[in-house]
């Protein structure tokens, strides 16, 4: 059965490479609208629709749509507008503790699977200077949370969970859906 991963991210392309190199990419054109839901809601939500929205294009394929969010204090934090938007989002994570939820959708052979995963992240003092180095860079604006674990700055001072999770695409449950939807990695 062919794969289809519905998403633009280069981030979810790589980490599912790790797995397999038979799928294809094929974005999700489903338009992401939270309302005010909790970050596991928000995921599930945001995956599931990606997902089913790329099936209803390719029904004869399994499809993989996957959707990630940080949340710290009930505040769940997508990707950031702007600069200004990321430098908040940095300044509001700096020195605290917080949550990255990944949820991940397989379509398969007519069936439905779906899991949440969760990574605690624990993050360091940011000085000014650091997080306007880190904005100059560009790279925090097509995150979640306005920063990437894999970006060489200094971030993040530990994890509780997996670090593909918190990268874009949980690797180690993403191959245990794909076996158990009859999918040969």
Do not use: W
């Amino acid at each position: 059965m062919h794969l289809i991963l519905a998403s633009n991210s280069p981030r979810r392309r790589e980490l599912l490479a790790q797995i397999t190199t038979r799928f294809t990419v094929e974005p999700s054109l489903y338009e992401e609208r939270a309302g005010g839901l909790s970050a596991y809601r928000t995921v599930e939500r945001f995956a599931r629709g990606k997902a089913r929205e790329a099936h209803s294009r390719f029904p004869e394929s399994a499809v993989l749509g996957a959707d990630t969010v940080v949340a710290i204090g009930g505040v769940v934090l997508g990707k950031p507008k702007d600069g200004e938007d990321a430098r908040r989002m940095l300044r509001l994570l700096s020195g605290k503790t917080h949550e990255v939820y990944t949820g991940v959708c397989l379509i398969s052979e007519g069936k439905e699977a779906y899991h949440v995963a969760k990574t605690k992240v624990i993050f360091n003092d940011l000085t000014e200077e650091v997080i306007q180095e880190y904005i100059e860079s560009g790279l925090p604006l097509d995150k979640a949370g306005a920063y990437g674990i894999q970006d060489g700055f200094p971030l993040v001072k530990r994890i509780e969970g997996s670090y593909t999770n918190v990268v874009g695409l949980p690797v180690e449950d993403v191959r245990v859906m794909l076996a158990r939807g009859g999918y040969k990695c």
